[in-house]
């Protein structure tokens, strides 16, 4: 009687072990929203770049004609891929929105204080084909997210994403709102959950 009950106990151990646990993608990190912002955050870092080269040119920061065919481009590619028009450009539109709010800090700055002298990375050469690249990459990362943008805890599950990418990598605080701004619409209840 002893062994059929130690019997039972191994087989029950061994049940719950190759049992998958369905609580563990909820709770724990969320991959495909850390990629997300990671490529959002690599986006947000070439702000800086374009600023520079738009305030050593004397160029404005806003560029309609180029922000509107990058929005239609970006919904085609979205289509072809899977995602949502509707929802691709509207989170390129945050990404755009998001780096204008970053251009315009770095101008009033330079002109509270000191421009940098240093020569801009090449806009053509250097700095929209990195754009371009990421552009891909998130479109990539945008169908990958999609499945979770209904899920209910989705602003959380961001904050959290975004709270642990901070942690990895020391983000600097100045680009807090940006990044908030940049991941808007990423979940159909909208926001990013818990950060203010």
């Known amino acids: 009687m002893t062994f059929l009950i130690r019997a039972s106990a191994r087989c029950a151990a061994a049940l719950l072990f190759a049992m998958p646990i369905a609580s563990v993608h909820a709770d724990g990190a969320d991959t495909a929203l850390t990629n997300l912002v990671a490529l959002v955050s690599q986006r947000l870092s070439l702000a800086e770049p374009v600023a520079h080269w ?65 020569p801009a990375p090449d806009l053509a050469a250097v700095t929209r084909p990195q754009l371009d690249r990421l552009t891909g990459e998130l479109i990539g990362a945008l169908a990958r997210v999609q499945p979770l943008r209904g899920a209910p805890d989705c602003p959380a599950r961001v904050a959290r994403s975004v709270a642990d990418w901070k942690e990895i990598t020391r983000y600097d605080s100045e680009r807090t709102s940006a990044m908030h701004h940049a991941l808007a619409h990423v979940c159909e209840s909208g926001g990013v959950g818990g950060l203010a």
Not at 86 to 105: N, P, V, Y
């Open 54 to 118: 738009k305030w050593q040119h004397q160029k404005p920061i806003t560029d309609t004609p180029r922000e509107d065919a990058l929005l239609t481009e970006v919904q085609k590619r979205a289509s072809a891929a899977g995602v949502d028009p509707a929802f691709a450009r509207a989170f390129f539109r945050d990404q755009i929105d998001a780096s204008t709010q970053m251009q315009k800090s770095l101008f009033d700055t330079w002109r509270a204080s000191q421009a940098p002298s240093d």
